[in-house]
Every structure is written in C-alpha cells, then in structure tokens.
C-alpha cells in the first residue's frame, strides 16, 4: 500500500506539476483502483494521507477563523505597460548595490487565494485570505483539489501562498451539467473553495499553482529559486513565468526544476505585457493581469513593504477600473511639441483613488467615433499612464448642451492663432513661438521627466517667460534667477533653492539629458537604448543625425524606422541644435558619465574559460556570477574539460569540483571570485 501511494504520487507529480504523465489515464486508473481495493481489505493500514483520501465528505464542517502565520497582502496595481517599465525603471534606481536587479514576470491568476501550511512534509491546514490576518480554515476542501500535494517529496516545512482556479473548458462543462447557474470560473472556484461540505468541492475540478513559498529552514536566496525548490517538492508552480533582468542574453538557463520558463531584457518587457493582454483568451484559464516582482529576496526585504502591500511586486491589470459621469464641455490643449489635443471637462468623479474632472479624448476621430457631445454621460478608465481618457458614452443627453451635437476640432490655435495642420490623426500647431508650447518645452525641461530641477515649477516658469527671463529651454541654465527676488512670494533662499537645483542639473546621467531634450520620442528607454548602441555623447548622435543617417539608427535593436526618422529629425533641426551648443556651453553633461561606461570593465578574464558550480549567496542564480565573467571578457563553459581554466565553486559544488581537482583547474571560491572582481 505505501509503494503504490508512492507511486501514484509520483505520477501526479508528473501530471500536475512537470505536465508530462508517463502512464495513461487506464493505467493511472488501474493503480488507484489496486490501492482502495487494498484499503478496503484493510482499512487500519490507510494512511491519512493516502491518495484516495481525497473525496471530501458530506457532513457540514464550518470554517472557522484562523489567524495567518504570514501577513497575506495583497498586491500594488497599475494599469498599462507603460507604468509597469515605470515601475521597474524607479525600482532598479533604487537599488544602489552594483549587483544587477532581476524580477519574475507571472500571470496574476483569476481565482482565489489560499495559503496552504505543510510541516514535515504533510499538509496540515489550508487558509483563505480572508482580510489579510484572518481567514477561514478549508483544510478539508483543499485536501480534494489533486493538484495539492498532501505529502511533499521531502519533509519540509513551509507555507506556501497560491490561488486555486478553474480552466474554462472544466468550467464550461460543469457550468453546462449544472444548468449553467455560475457566472465565471473564478466565482464557482472561490464558492466552491469555501463549501461546508468537501464532497462538493471534490465533485468540482479546481487547480491549484504556487507563487510564493516561505521556508521554515529560512527564505532562499531567490523567488525563482524558491519556486524551483516548490516545484522540486511536487507543488505545481505556473510554466508561464519570465525571468526579466537587464539582458538576457547573459543567463542561459532559468532553472531546471522550471523548464519551460523564459529569460527576457527589460526592453522586451513592454512587449511582453501587450502580447499576453491580446493573447489571454488563448489561455486554458483566466488572468486579470501580470505580477512583475522582484527576484532576490534580500533586496525585497530591503526594499520592504506598506501596511497593504509588498514594495517589491506590482500588478500590471488588463482590464482598467471605470466610473460614470457627465461631459460638461471639450477644449483643446496645446503640447509642447504642437499636438493639440481634446480634452473633455467633467463633473468631478472619484476613480482607482483620486477625483478625476478632465480625461484626454486623444484627438478628432477619437471624439467623433464616439459620437461625443456636452451634456452626455460617459464612461472614463484610468488606462495608460495616470490620464484617464473617455471610453465610451454611457447614455446621449436628451437636448445637447451648447455646442451642438458634432463636435468640430477648431481651425486655429487656441493659444496663438495659428492655422492647424493635420498629421496622420492628429492636428498641430506649427508655431514654435507659441505661448502654450513655449511654456510646455519649459515645463518639461525642469519637470520629472526632464533635467528635475527643485523650485521650478508652473507657476515660476510662467512668471519667468512674462518677465522674459526665458523662453527657449537652455535659458533656464543661463537665466538671472535672482532677478526674481524683486517678485512677490520670491525671497533669497527660494532663488537659491533654483540655483542650486540647476547647478545639480547640470550633473544629471546623460539618460536623463537625452530625455530632457524634450524631442519626440526620446524617453528614458530610448536615451539607454542609443547608449547601449553605443551613442554614448551627444556628438556622436548630432553626426550621424547630421548626415542623415536614418538607417544607421534604425539599425539599433527594437527601433522603428519612424522613430529613426524623428531622431535624425530632431537632431539636425537647427534651432534643436542651437539648444545643444547651449546647453552643453551651461556645462550641463554631454556624454555618459564614467562610472556606469560598460566598457570601462577591465577584460580581466579575458582569454579564460569558466564553470561555475554550487550556489552562492551574492550571486542566485548563479547566472549572476557568469555574468561577471562575461563582462569582463570570459568565456563560460558548462562542463569541465582540459581546456576549462577556472572553476568558480559555490556551497554543495559537487561532482564538477572533483573533476576540476582531477585535471588540476584552478579553483576559485566565491569570496576569492569577489576579490578578484574587487581588484
Ligand atoms: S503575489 C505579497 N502572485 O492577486 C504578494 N498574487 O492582490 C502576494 N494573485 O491575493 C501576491 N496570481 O490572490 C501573487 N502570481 C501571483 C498571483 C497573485 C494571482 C492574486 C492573489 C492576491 C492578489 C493580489
């Protein structure tokens, strides 16, 4: 009886963990039917945790409240791509230590949450939720679902967070034979979960996967190491998850205990996140989103937690929350590079936490496709970056507003005057000089996104260009600043406070510079993407620009021949490039600071091959020590051979390290490694 629950065990580890059963169904079947027929021979030889033991029962059991061992939070959501590089990018910036930050991409579940409990290797108790400290206890329930373990392949204790769910075509069927009484997978899973009676719950096919795992015996050097070392445990953890760090190029291998997960470069990222949005219909299950987390567990606990939720993990969400309000009037705003853009006025309604009064309408098609007028109610999402935009009109007022029932993009500029051109789908002003955009490129320049200068905001800004103290973006480097002490609200420390801001300006990485310029297009993922080309000063960018080199910059990895086009664009125009003359005779930085010059790396290794065995605490995955290697001109190899020169031995390096001493390679441990690289 113990072989065959062994071995039925065994396979469904195969089935619900690697996805790969080595028995049919008949002869899975077949073992099972063996094993209860033995049981019932001699039922004081079933073990509690017998395979068998899974049918649940029909007494009404309640749930009773259970405090949780681990805070359940839950986690920081966002709702574009854009904001999710957002967040990565802020992340990795707020990691000083040198060593490059990596983080997990998984598919955020639809279901519902449950934190199973194992101790010496058994399942001993299964909670919800519940409100984050409390939930309910559905031991008995979750005991049906096979995809959980009730033995582990060793004895471990641990808890594992993870949401059970339910595959469409499961929930199809069962959803058809039960007169089609659920509304989706996720409500019958979570119902089901909590039923008093087991025997319900087992009657419903629910699964489960891993994606968090705390350890008794501590916390593992790595989330994708912990989910690895789940799965290793016969816990079934998601396929679908990508190792995202800086470049993929540089880890080979994610795991093996995770076969079919991907690596990927945060460039790829965006991408990755749009595709899955288009593609999770194809997908045997629901998810409402992607969570994106940080991989080392020591820099999540640095990084830490609110009183809500972890610092180191968001979701990025598919589908945008919404409210309903009314459209009081449509204006238009000027940009700093000319678009002009609708933006529909609203009664004020709160949505995803603050009070939204406008929404941008993107442009004339956009307003007429949604045959838009004052007065009626619509629906407004905070879907890409923070500006919520009109999704679609909820009901046609009875009697329009002023205004009429078409709404008309205005032939001139609402700022100058000037007569609108029209660009593919989107209107502009040609008037450089014009108020709005002059104030717009200023805005920008000392913004956030540009060089982020303390004390120059709106307000100043504006005040600034009526006094003709600026008007071109280089002028606020080379503006009398205390000219303004003369101005109300201005005194000594304010004007200081700009001073000050603008000497630091000066000093910003050559990324954020790029990205200051304010020039189509040229973001922060552009400007380090030009840098890794190697563009890496302005001069050698305004060269090639300069000789109108498109195909040169579309050339570069992941860039389009458009935004080539606008770079050669923007910087051979010869006002852009008197900016530059400027800004760069301001001392502002004009080529990429020293200390982050990849190539700066001395090739210390260069001529060398290395294996790297055994794990190591500065470097999980060990994919992290290769890495150095390589960027300092090794070579690493996967075997030791003759030809190996080094071996870089972590704890539990095995059967490499004795071959390595058989054919006298040269050992290096990890703290000889990291004096090396110190060197
Ligand atoms: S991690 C402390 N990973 O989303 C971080 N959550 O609001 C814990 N969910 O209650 C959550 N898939 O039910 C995490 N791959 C995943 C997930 C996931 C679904 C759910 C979970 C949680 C909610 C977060």
Redesign the pocket.
């Known amino acids: 009886m113990r072989r065959l629950e062994a071995e039925i065990r065994h396979h469904d580890r195969l089935y619900y963990v690697q996805a790969k059963p080595e028995i049919s169904d008949r002869e899975y079947d077949a073992l099972f039917d063996e094993l209860v027929a033995l049981e019932d021979q001699h039922p004081e030889l079933v073990s509690p945790d017998s395979p068998t033991q899974r049918v649940g029962s029909d007494l009404a059991h309640d749930l009773p409240e259970v405090a949780h061992t681990i805070p359940?939070?839950?986690?920081d959501?966002c709702y574009s791509p854009s904001e999710l590089v957002a967040w990565l990018d802020k992340t990795v910036a707020a990691s000083p230590d040198p060593q490059p930050l990596s983080f997990v991409l998984?598919?955020?579940?639809?279901?519902?949450?449950i934190v199973l409990t194992y101790e010496e290797g058994r399942l001993v108790r299964a909670v919800t939720?519940g409100n984050g400290a409390v939930g309910n206890d559905v031991t008995a329930n979750a005991r049906t679902i096979r995809s959980i373990p009730l033995v582990l392949a060793e004895a471990v204790s641990l808890t594992v967070?993870?949401?059970v769910f339910m595959r469409r075509a499961a929930f199809e069927a069962y959803n058809t034979a039960s007169g089609g009484t659920y509304s989706n997978p996720r409500n019958l899973a979570a119902g089901t979960l909590r039923n008093v009676r087991s025997r319900v719950t087992a009657a419903v096919p629910l699964e489960f996967?891993a994606?968090?795992g705390f350890f008794a015996d501590g916390w593992g050097a790595s989330h994708s190491g912990i989910l690895a070392r789940l799965a290793a445990l016969g816990l079934p953890v998601?396929p679908h998850g990508v190792l995202v760090s800086e470049d993929a190029t540089l880890i080979s291998v994610v795991r093996k205990d995770l076969p079919a997960w991907r690596t990927a470069s945060f460039s790829e990222l965006q991408n990755i996140v749009e595709e899955a949005s288009f593609g999770r219909k194809q997908l045997e299950y629901e998810?409402?989103g992607l969570?994106l987390?940080v991989d080392g567990i020591a820099r999540r606990e640095i990084l830490g937690y609110t009183a809500h939720?972890?610092r180191w993990?968001i979701?990025v969400k598919f589908e945008a929350p919404e409210a309903v309000t009314r459209l009081v009037s449509i204006t238009v705003q000027v940009g700093r590079n000319g678009r002009i853009t609708p933006v529909a006025e609203l009664e004020a309604v709160a949505l995803a936490g603050s009070i939204i009064s406008r929404a941008t309408l993107h442009n004339e098609d956009y307003v007429n496709q949604l045959e838009l007028a004052p007065g009626d109610t619509v629906a407004i999402s905070r879907r890409g970056d923070v500006i919520p935009a009109v999704e679609r009109v909820v009901e046609k007022a009875e009697s329009p507003a002023e205004g009429g029932l078409v709404w008309l993009m205005p032939d001139r500029c609402p700022s100058c005057g000037s007569s609108l051109e029209k660009r593919g789908a989107h209107h502009f002003c040609p008037n450089r000089d014009c108020p709005d955009r002059v104030l717009g490129r200023l805005i920008h320049t000392t913004g956030k996104a540009g060089f982020d200068i303390d004390g120059l905001g709106e307000k100043t800004l504006s005040l600034a260009l009526r006094l003709g103290l600026v008007h071109e973006p280089q002028d606020v480097f080379t503006a009398d600043w205390s000219s303004l002490i003369a101005e109300e609200g201005f005194g000594e420390k304010k004007t200081a406070k700009i001073s000050e801001g603008i000497r630091q300006a000066k000093d910003r990485p050559f990324a954020q510079v790029l990205a200051s310029l304010g020039f189509e297009n040229l973001g922060p993922s552009l400007a380090e993407t030009l840098i890794k080309a190697g563009y890496t000063s302005m001069a050698a960018i305004r060269e090639r620009a300069a000789a109108g080199d498109v195909k040169a910059f579309e050339g570069i990895h992941g860039l389009a021949e458009i935004t080539a086009r606008q770079l050669v664009d923007e910087f051979s125009d010869p006002r852009n490039a008197a900016m530059l003359d400027a800004l760069a005779a301001a001392g502002v930085r004009m080529e990429l600071e020293p200390a982050s010059a990849g190539e700066s790396l001395l090739q210390i290794f260069a001529g060398q091959r290395w294996c790297v065995t055994g794990s190591f605490t500065r470097y999980n995955p060990r994919d992290l020590a290769m890495l150095e290697v390589k960027k300092r001109g090794g070579v690493v190899v996967s075997a030791v051979s003759s030809k190996t020169t080094h071996l870089l031995a972590g704890t539990g390096a095995g059967s490499k390290l004795d071959k390595a001493r058989e054919l006298g390679v040269q050992v290096v441990s990890e703290d000889e490694f990291v004096a090396l690289l110190a060197q």
């Open positions: 359940v939070l839950s986690l959501k998984e598919e955020k579940l639809d279901g519902a949450s939720r967070r993870g949401e996967f994606y968090e998601n998810i409402d969570v987390k939720h972890p993990a979701a």
